[in-house]
């Protein structure tokens, strides 16, 4: 990956009016209706993606989806899907509306001249089109021609003109211009596409890539193009596929396109990759091969179960990274397939301080789809074909029968347990009071772990929020030497109906063990995917996600004990995965309400932002937090470019206002404390009478960071109802940069208190 991120304008000066509709309206799934309201003005985020399931079969698997999401997720915007084969939306159906994204690979449209029309009413609007493939107005559905002058009212909004000419032999043709935003991950080369031939009319638009053939330059295309409408990708010129190795890698730059194209460069971002200024780690277990036997020495001749092999080597012996388990409860109930041992592992788990109980259902379905419109009598060709009671397999295999080391797609049966008919209810909401149940007082499972292929239907992700849980899985990560490309990233995210499936940040060991068949070392290779997953740009927490076979063999048990290694030796901020969920479905709930309109001042009121507590500011080495003019801000710090800020848990509608500072190389001075970095997560930051006190909770020591208004000797101590457990006096140096290392367990909270070493107040 190439780190090469253009530098935009900045979108503060732009007219926030022409993005901001004087009534914002609630966000509908299609086919639903509302009654519209008004609605505090907020900063625009939704990016409405236009699709057509003709021609792509599910959201799940589009091009946009799969492909663009990520670079917008990351630029702050939050993305929904309209199906063009309903027909046309209307656009005061989406609150904040700031654009519409297409990526056709055809012809959806019956109509293009009321698609041409509705696309001109939208951008006098104000809402900008990012096109990238075929733009969809060339022919309509069916193969009808349509007249040029139509086409060129739409290509007009991007600053082009169709002469009509096409480029179909390119072994003469060049790039007459290619700027920064081409060559992202793959340059131009080889046998380049065909291309129109688009003349350029409007000098407000920047191109990116210019075809020329020969030394022609009448013959010049203008085929990569942003300016004030949006921006435009001609088909073949955005992306390279490789049909035969699967593989996908951008020619343009989609972080400089879709920012240039939405104008995002000043915007707050929600940010679910850090957490007190550091890379977010979480890590999560799902129950497949709980019951199988370990093959680690000396172990196998005890006949350890996996889960208890992992308990040893993996979590144990880890005391400092949390860690969600989630079992199914067929393989622990003796009323299905439990046994005294598999449940004596779920209670030893469940009891370490570390450790988040969660579920990973209760019958494990392989097949969700299967189970939208159930019905006992589709199920009862399965039942003679339980992977449970197939003769032959002794009860220490049972459960490696019933994980995903079956073939993905084409599973034996719909589920793993299939003594009683499916119960919703009972499989999600049933399941997490199961775990509940089964763990020590105090911990509660809200976290369910999607089956099979991580593929829930609606009702079922409704299921999860309805018994006040939360869903993480599917997205199957992976961005390293197989898969060199941030293609591989999933979104955060993906809608369902009303519903909001939350990825997994990383990939479990299947997809590195072809589908744990060999190569079963092959988990090591997640380093790599975490680290170009966090450089350049920081795309997503560190996750370490496998699944409870990963004890049986010595190979694959090596392999996740050197990634926590790995994981150990990283500046992070743990968390349980349940709060990584929480903090992905805040990204989606997130307004921005600007309260100093276009002035030179930038503040906005952040609301609905749920468990989310950072933001990120781009191109932001010369900004600094204005803590005068903000509040419910715990800390800010420079990073890649980028200035991320840590709002206080403890504030439910801070305010964010931004300045500029003439050091970029220090943390920027203030008047009053901030945190810097942290391992913890702080909360109900309060300044008193002899300096500041602050709320924390974490896994492991508590390595910290604060800038602090005067330099010289801190005393610092660590106290919990009221009892001091800890005490140090450390020195901020002579920038007021206080470091320090908290020696004490943070996973009940803890009070820290802050004052200067002369008892005066900070």
């Given at each position: 990956?190439?780190?090469?991120?253009?530098?935009?304008?900045?979108?503060?000066?732009?007219?926030?009016?022409?993005?901001?509709?004087?009534?914002?309206f609630?966000?509908?799934?299609?086919?639903?209706?509302?009654?519209?309201?008004?609605?505090?003005?907020?900063?625009?985020?939704?990016?409405?993606?236009?699709?057509?399931?003709?021609?792509?079969?599910?959201?799940?698997?589009?091009?946009?989806?799969?492909?663009?999401?990520?670079?917008?997720?990351?630029?702050?915007?939050?993305?929904?899907?309209?199906?063009?084969?309903?027909?046309?939306?209307?656009?005061?159906?989406?609150?904040?509306?700031?654009?519409?994204?297409?990526?056709?690979?055809?012809?959806?449209?019956?109509?293009?001249?009321?698609?041409?029309?509705?696309?001109?009413?939208?951008?006098?609007?104000?809402?900008?089109?990012?096109?990238?493939?075929?733009?969809?107005?060339?022919?309509?559905?069916?193969?009808?021609?349509?007249?040029?002058?139509?086409?060129n009212?739409?290509?007009?909004r991007?600053?082009?003109?169709?002469?009509?000419?096409?480029?179909?032999?390119?072994?003469?043709?060049?790039?007459?211009?290619?700027?920064?935003?081409?060559?992202?991950?793959?340059?131009?080369s080889?046998?380049?596409?065909?291309?129109?031939?688009?003349?350029?009319t409007?000098?407000?638009?920047?191109?990116?890539?210019?075809?020329?053939?020969?030394?022609?330059?009448?013959?010049?295309?203008?085929?990569?193009?942003?300016?004030?409408?949006?921006?435009?990708?001609?088909?073949?010129?955005?992306?390279?596929?490789?049909a035969?190795?699967?593989?996908?890698?951008?020619?343009?730059?989609?972080?400089?396109?879709?920012?240039?194209?939405f104008?995002?460069?000043?915007?707050?971002k929600?940010?679910?990759?850090?957490?007190?200024?550091?890379?977010?780690?979480?890590?999560?277990?799902?129950?497949?091969?709980?019951?199988?036997?370990?093959?680690?020495?000396?172990?196998?001749?005890?006949?350890?179960?996996?889960?208890?092999?992992?308990?040893?080597?993996?979590?144990?012996?880890?005391?400092?990274?949390?860690?969600?388990?989630?079992?199914?409860?067929?393989?622990?109930?003796?009323?299905?397939?439990?046994?005294?041992?598999?449940?004596?592992?779920?209670?030893?788990?469940?009891?370490?301080?570390?450790?988040?109980?969660s579920s990973?259902t209760?019958?494990?379905?392989?097949?969700?789809?299967?189970?939208?419109?159930?019905?006992?009598?589709?199920?009862?060709?399965?039942?003679?074909?339980?992977?449970?009671?197939?003769?032959?397999?002794?009860?220490?295999?049972?459960?490696?029968?019933?994980?995903?080391?079956?073939?993905?797609?084409?599973?034996?049966?719909?589920?793993?347990?299939?003594?009683?008919?499916?119960?919703?209810?009972?499989?999600?909401?049933?399941?997490?009071?199961?775990f509940?149940?089964?763990?020590?007082?105090?911990?509660?499972?809200?976290?369910?772990?999607?089956?099979?292929?991580?593929?829930?239907?609606?009702?079922?992700?409704?299921?999860?929020?309805?018994?006040?849980?939360?869903?993480?899985?599917?997205?199957?990560?992976?961005?390293?030497?197989?898969?060199?490309?941030?293609?591989?990233?999933?979104?955060?995210?993906?809608?369902?109906?009303?519903?909001?499936?939350?990825?997994?940040?990383?990939?479990?060991?299947?997809?590195?063990?072809?589908?744990?068949?060999?190569?079963?070392?092959?988990?090591?290779?997640?380093?790599?995917?975490?680290?170009?997953?966090?450089?350049?740009?920081?795309?997503?927490?560190?996750?370490?996600?496998?699944?409870?076979?990963t004890g049986?063999?010595?190979?694959?048990?090596?392999?996740?004990?050197?990634?926590?290694?790995?994981?150990?030796?990283?500046?992070?901020?743990?968390?349980?995965?349940?709060?990584?969920?929480?903090?992905?479905?805040?990204?989606?709930?997130?307004?921005?309400?600007?309260?100093?309109?276009?002035?030179?001042?930038?503040?906005?009121?952040?609301?609905?932002r749920?468990?989310?507590?950072?933001?990120?500011?781009?191109?932001?080495?010369?900004?600094?937090?204005?803590f005068?003019?903000?509040?419910?801000?715990?800390?800010?710090?420079?990073?890649?470019?980028?200035?991320?800020?840590?709002?206080?848990?403890?504030?439910?509608?801070?305010?964010?206002?931004?300045?500029?500072?003439?050091?970029?190389?220090?943390?920027?001075?203030?008047?009053?404390?901030?945190?810097?970095?942290?391992r913890?997560?702080?909360?109900?930051?309060?300044?008193?009478?002899?300096?500041?006190?602050?709320?924390?909770?974490?896994?492991?020591?508590?390595?910290?960071?604060?800038?602090?208004?005067?330099?010289?000797?801190?005393?610092?101590?660590?106290?919990?109802?009221?009892?001091?457990?800890?005490?140090?006096?450390?020195?901020?140096?002579?920038?007021?940069?206080?470091?320090?290392?908290?020696?004490?367990?943070?996973?009940?909270?803890l009070?820290?208190?802050?004052?200067?070493?002369d008892?005066?107040?900070?």
């Amino acid at each position: 990956m190439r780190g090469r991120f253009q530098a935009g304008i900045r979108a503060a000066a732009l007219a926030l009016a022409v993005f901001l509709p004087d009534v914002a309206f609630p966000v509908l799934a299609a086919g639903s209706t509302a009654v519209a309201a008004p609605a505090q003005q907020t900063v625009p985020r939704t990016i409405l993606a236009l699709v057509d399931l003709r021609e792509e079969s599910t959201i799940r698997l589009s091009r946009i989806h799969t492909m663009a999401e990520l670079p917008l997720n990351h630029l702050g915007l939050s993305v929904v899907y309209w199906n063009v084969a309903d027909g046309l939306p209307d656009l005061s159906r989406y609150p904040d509306l700031r654009g519409v994204v297409t990526w056709f690979a055809g012809e959806p449209f019956p109509d293009v001249g009321a698609y041409v029309g509705w696309a001109a009413r939208a951008m006098d609007r104000g809402i900008r089109f990012a096109v990238l493939g075929q733009p969809g107005v060339r022919l309509e559905r069916g193969g009808k021609p349509v007249p040029l002058a139509v086409s060129n009212r739409f290509f007009a909004r991007f600053g082009l003109r169709d002469d009509d000419g096409y480029s179909d032999l390119t072994y003469k043709s060049k790039p007459a211009l290619a700027d920064g935003m081409i060559g992202f991950e793959r340059p131009l080369s080889g046998v380049l596409p065909g291309y129109p031939l688009f003349r350029k009319t409007d000098e407000r638009f920047a191109s990116h890539l210019v075809m020329r053939r020969g030394d022609d330059p009448a013959s010049d295309s203008h085929l990569v193009v942003t300016g004030p409408s949006g921006g435009l990708v001609t088909e073949g010129y955005g992306r390279y596929f490789d049909a035969e190795y699967n593989r996908r890698q951008w020619i343009v730059d989609p972080f400089a396109f879709f920012r240039d194209s939405f104008v995002t460069d000043d915007l707050p971002k929600p940010d679910v990759t850090t957490l007190s200024g550091r890379r977010l780690y979480f890590s999560h277990i799902d129950g497949d091969g709980w019951r199988n036997v370990t093959e680690v020495a000396p172990y196998a001749a005890r006949r350890v179960l996996s889960a208890d092999m992992v308990r040893t080597a993996a979590i144990e012996a880890f005391p400092d990274l949390p860690v969600s388990v989630a079992p199914i409860v067929g393989d622990l109930d003796p009323t299905w397939k439990g046994t005294p041992e598999s449940l004596a592992a779920a209670k030893a788990l469940f009891a370490l301080p570390q450790v988040e109980p969660s579920s990973h259902t209760w019958t494990h379905p392989f097949q969700w789809a299967f189970f939208k419109d159930y019905s006992r009598q589709a199920e009862a060709p399965f039942l003679d074909r339980d992977g449970s009671r197939k003769p032959g397999k002794g009860d220490d295999h049972a459960a490696e029968e019933a994980g995903e080391v079956s073939d993905i797609g084409r599973y034996a049966v719909p589920r793993a347990y299939l003594q009683q008919p499916f119960d919703l209810d009972q499989e999600i909401g049933g399941a997490l009071d199961y775990f509940t149940r089964l763990a020590p007082a105090g911990k509660r499972a809200v976290l369910v772990q999607w089956s099979g292929d991580t593929s829930p239907f609606e009702a079922a992700l409704a299921a999860a929020r309805k018994a006040g849980g939360v869903n993480i899985n599917g997205g199957d990560a992976r961005f390293d030497a197989d898969f060199p490309s941030i293609t591989g990233l999933p979104p955060i995210g993906l809608p369902v109906g009303a519903e909001r499936q939350i990825y997994a940040a990383g990939s479990n060991e299947n997809t590195y063990t072809d589908l744990w068949t060999n190569r079963f070392y092959g988990y090591r290779n997640l380093v790599n995917t975490m680290r170009h997953a966090g450089s350049p740009l920081r795309l997503k927490p560190f996750n370490v996600y496998y699944h409870m076979y990963t004890g049986q063999k010595p190979a694959s048990l090596n392999a996740l004990v050197s990634v926590l290694t790995a994981a150990q030796g990283q500046e992070l901020a743990p968390v349980a995965a349940s709060t990584y969920a929480r903090i992905a479905e805040g990204y989606y709930t997130t307004r921005f309400e600007p309260l100093d309109g276009q002035g030179s001042g930038r503040r906005w009121r952040v609301r609905d932002r749920g468990a989310l507590n950072t933001l990120r500011f781009d191109h932001a080495s010369a900004d600094a937090v204005d803590f005068a003019r903000s509040s419910g801000v715990l800390g800010q710090r420079h990073s890649q470019g980028s200035l991320y800020v840590a709002l206080d848990p403890a504030v439910a509608e801070p305010v964010v206002a931004l300045t500029e500072t003439d050091r970029a190389d220090r943390d920027p001075p203030a008047a009053m404390p901030y945190l810097v970095q942290g391992r913890w997560a702080f909360s109900a930051f309060a300044p008193d009478d002899h300096g500041f006190h602050v709320a924390a909770t974490g896994y492991g020591a508590g390595g910290m960071v604060w800038q602090v208004p005067r330099p010289g000797r801190w005393t610092v101590t660590a106290e919990r109802n009221g009892t001091r457990l800890w005490s140090v006096s450390a020195s901020a140096d002579a920038d007021g940069r206080l470091a320090l290392t908290v020696p004490v367990s943070a996973i009940a909270p803890l009070l820290l208190r802050f004052r200067p070493a002369d008892g005066a107040a900070g």
